[in-house]
C-alpha cells in the first residue's frame, strides 16, 4: 500500500535559521505532490506545488525540491520566524484523483 | 472569493441524534470532499464528490450520509455515531479532480457524547 512519511513529527529551530522538512513515499509514482500548512483547529492551506517533470520551486521564502529516483520531497523555509511555527503536511495523488496526507512535521521557530 | 464556509464551527451530539454539517464554496469548483481528523493525526478522506456526484467513499460506515444538493453545497448528515467519531470535519473543493489545488474549510469540532 502507499505510505507517506514525513521524516519528524516535530522540529525545533531558531529563529532566522533554515527549516528542512522531508516526505518520503513508496509504491506510487505521483505526478505530482503538494505541501500544505495547517495551524491548531484550522483547516490546511495550500502552499506549493510540484511535478514530478520539475526539480525545484520557490515562493518567496519557500523552496521544495522533488526526486522521483529517490521518492522524496524537500521542503525549506528559510529565515524563518515564529511566525512559520505550524504542522506542515505534504499530499499526493495516490491513483484515485484525490489527495492522500503525510502524517505531518510540527514546526516550532523559537525567537 | 476563494473562501470555504463550514456550519457548525462546532457540534455536541449524543449517540442517538441525527445531525448535519454543512459547507459551501462560490469558487466554480466541481470537486468537493469531506475529510476527518483526529488530534495529531493527518486529515483523512471520507467521501468525493465530482460534478455532485459521488466519486470516492473511503469505505466509511452508513451512519456517515453525504449529500451534494448542488455544486456549491456539500452536506454530511450523521445518525447513530459513536464517542470515537470525534474529530474535526474537514470541507474542501478544488477546480477538478486531479492535481487542482484544494481549499479546505475551517472545519467542524463534532463531539460525541
Not at chain 2, 2 to 29: A, D, I, R, W, Y
Amino acid at each position: 500500500s502507499q505510505k507517506i512519511e514525513q521524516n519528524s513529527e516535530a522540529l525545533n529551530i531558531q529563529e532566522g535559521k533554515t527549516a528542512t522538512l522531508t516526505c518520503n513515499y513508496t509504491n506510487y509514482s505521483p505526478a505530482y505532490l503538494q505541501w500544505y500548512r495547517q495551524d491548531p483547529g484550522r483547516g490546511p492551506v495550500f502552499l506549493l506545488l510540484i511535478r514530478e517533470n520539475e526539480k525545484e520551486k520557490r515562493k518567496e521564502r519557500l523552496k521544495v525540491t522533488f526526486d522521483t529516483t529517490l521518492k522524496q520531497s524537500l521542503f525549506h523555509i528559510t529565515a524563518s520566524q515564529p511566525a512559520d511555527s505550524a504542522t506542515y503536511l505534504c499530499a499526493l495523488d495516490t491513483g484515485r484523483r484525490a489527495l492522500t496526507f503525510g502524517s505531518g512535521t510540527r514546526l516550532q521557530v523559537q525567537p | 472569493d476563494t473562501e470555504v464556509t463550514q456550519t457548525p464551527k462546532h457540534l455536541v451530539m449524543g449517540m442517538t441524534n441525527k445531525k448535519s454539517l454543512k459547507c459551501e464554496q462560490h469558487m466554480g469548483h466541481r470537486a468537493m470532499y469531506w475529510y476527518k481528523q483526529k488530534a495529531k493525526k493527518p486529515p483523512e478522506l471520507m467521501f468525493v464528490y465530482s460534478y455532485e456526484k459521488l466519486s470516492i467513499n473511503e469505505s466509511v460506515p452508513s451512519r456517515f450520509s453525504p449529500e451534494c444538493p448542488n455544486s456549491s453545497l456539500l452536506n454530511l448528515h450523521l445518525h447513530a455515531l459513536q464517542p470515537e467519531d470525534s474529530a474535526l470535519y474537514l470541507c474542501a473543493s478544488s477546480q477538478a479532480l486531479g492535481e487542482d489545488t484544494q481549499y479546505f474549510g475551517p472545519g467542524t469540532r463534532l463531539t460525541v457524547l
